[in-house]
């Protein structure tokens, strides 16, 4: 379940984090999109709104929602984050061939957290699970 965007925003007002209409547009893009969207594609959505917003704009408010626990950052060992913004426990089924990222609902898989901790004497704060296949519309444009 997604965060309902008034909520959001008292959160972030309780940061000390001052609201401007960037930042509002980029928050209620990431609540609305269910993609998980790249900081490019932010750029992309927004820009016509914003002509004055760069890239660099964009990360550094997704920042801002990462350190008031708002959004979270999906890293994939390059510059290609995509960031979600349903902090949720959830997982996901991604595509390899367009990169779409779906959530799922899976009972959290706290016996491999157990096992971890159990085999490497880590304290473990978390995991993260995710499948790959190829995804309807993909498929769909195979058949075809
Ligand atoms: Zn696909
Ligand atoms: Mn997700």
């Not at 708002?70 to 979600?84: P, T």
């Amino acid at each position: 379940m997604t965060m309902h965007l008034d909520h959001a925003l008292d959160i972030l007002k309780s940061t000390g984090v001052r609201m401007t209409p960037q930042r509002y547009a980029i928050l209620s893009y990431l609540l609305e999109s269910m993609t998980h969207p790249t900081a490019d594609e932010i750029y992309k959505a927004l820009a016509d709104r914003f002509p004055s917003m760069s890239v660099a704009t964009v990360y550094n408010n997704l920042k801002l929602f990462i350190e008031a626990g708002l959004v979270r950052e999906l890293k994939y060992g390059d510059d290609s984050s995509r960031f979600d913004a349903d902090m949720s426990e959830h997982y996901h089924a991604i595509c390899e061939q367009c990169g779409k990222i779906e959530d799922f609902d899976y009972t959290p898989l706290t016996a491999v957290e157990h096992a971890a901790a159990a085999h490497t004497g880590f304290k473990i704060f978390g995991h993260r699970m995710e499948v790959y296949g190829v995804c309807r519309d993909c498929s769909k444009a195979v058949t075809h």
